[in-house]
């Protein structure tokens, strides 16, 4: 369990030179503008404009790139071409709030089977859950589409929930699902993110299913789909293959933002324990930051970034960023760059100015980083080296 003197609680980070110094136990982690970093030898490329608060993307092998709408619409890109036609055949999703079409990831084995899968919110304002469905897609539009997995509960509002997919290597799929909503909203007579802490519910979850769905046989807790628990509303998920960790970005309420490494089983506290602050009143959410038995977050940011999107890049485009994980920003409209040492912990973190709000950031297959801005005139950006242009005249 790390204590209060690991926890990053930084201010929000413009283009302007920056650096902040925070010594931890564990030693020096440094916050830097990218802007006056050694490693700002990249550029942003805008490939696409004209997306509608776009939410995830994933590429396909033929190099095609899905890419989720919140309204209900999902797109394809063709050389860097924003097709005019949505793909047909997507369920029909509660686009209110938070709520939508939300992420999108392909099996494992998709040059075989075609499976893509999509989660989203289903419902209306007085009951909504979040559900993931599975279906073929045939270049043009999705048939055979089936739900594979909703939440167990109905909730009311339209806020959290979560909704990010992660395929293990095993073939299992993580699915992040959000508390339910922000006080005073309630289910079964109390606070509904309290549901974060009970067994019986999907909600603050981080859900493990078979690709049809079905309960591994593997999973924690005995005839569960819960991998873990105490969670508020994950938005970011990504795989390390080098140390097969897995690592969630969470937003905090205000403030108390949190990036935690994710193990089978493990209580994450919320709302137990929280760095967050209350909306309205600022008061604690919790007297408590930190309880024996529960799991601590790696990093903790105050004011919020808002995370939305994370990746852990693998790639060759930018070796210096090798073994390094990527965070979106919605509120601080920036990429936060995180540097991991050999035991998970963070020793350093870089801000990349982008200017929008930051909803997806992901790796493409040749080893570029890709995000998208979540806006009604949402964009798909690629970061290159700045090297990569001059290569190419």
């Known amino acids: 369990m790390l204590n209060s003197l ?56 033929n190099g095609e790139i899905l890419i989720t709408e919140r309204p209900g619409r999902l797109r394809v890109v063709r050389e860097d071409k924003l097709d005019p036609k949505a793909i047909a055949g997507v369920p029909e999703v509660f686009a209110v709030g938070q709520g939508g079409l939300l992420d999108v990831a392909i099996h ?23 559900r993931v469905a599975r279906a073929v897609y045939d270049g043009t539009s999705l048939r055979d589409v089936r739900v594979i997995f909703e939440v167990s509960q109905a909730k009311t509002g339209s806020q959290h929930f979560g909704s990010r997919l992660l395929w293990l290597p095993d073939g299992t799929l993580l699915v992040a699902i959000g508390d339910g909503g922000n006080p005073p909203l309630q289910l079964a007579g109390d606070l509904i993110r309290k549901q974060a802490q009970n067994l019986q519910s999907h909600l603050g979850k981080i859900i493990r299913i078979n690709d049809d769905g079905s309960l591994p046989k593997d999973n924690p807790f005995a005839d569960s789909k819960i991998w873990s628990y105490g969670h508020r509303n994950i938005q970011g998920i990504s795989f390390d293959p080098m ?26 506290g919320w709302p ?53 994980l990527f965070a979106g920003g ?53 970061l290159e080296p700045a090297s990569h242009s001059n290569s190419r005249s």
Not at 342 to 364: F, H, L, M, T, W
């Open 6 to 61: 690991n926890r990053i609680f930084s201010p929000l980070v413009s283009s302007v030179l920056l650096t902040i110094i925070i010594s931890s136990c564990q030693g020096t982690n440094v916050l830097t503008s990218a802007n006056n970093s050694q490693t700002n030898q990249w550029q942003k490329v805008t490939v696409i404009e004209g997306l509608e608060h776009p939410w995830s993307m994933v590429w396909l092998p």
């Open 108 to 130: 494992p084995q998709f040059a075989q089977n075609r499976w893509i899968y999509l989660t989203y919110a289903h419902g209306d304002q007085e009951a909504n859950r979040t």
């Open 243 to 268: 140390t097969q960790r897995v690592w969630a970005t969470e937003h905090g309420a205000k403030g108390g933002d949190e990036l935690n490494l994710i193990e089978k089983g493990k209580n994450y």
């Open 272 to 324: 137990v324990v929280s760095a967050s602050q209350e909306y309205g009143t600022n008061t604690p959410v919790s007297r408590e930051e930190s309880r024996p038995g529960l799991i601590d977050p790696k990093t903790i940011w105050t004011p919020a970034i808002a995370p939305s999107g994370l990746v852990f890049y693998t790639g060759n485009r930018f070796p210096n960023w090798q073994g390094n």
């Open 330 to 382: 919605l509120v601080s409209r920036h990429i936060r760059r995180l540097e991991v040492d050999k035991s998970g912990e963070i020793i350093n973190q870089e801000a990349i100015p982008i200017g929008q709000r930051v909803r997806d950031v992901r790796q493409s297959p040749d080893g570029f980083l890709y995000l998208l801005t979540d806006e009604g005139n949402g964009q798909l950006i690629r």
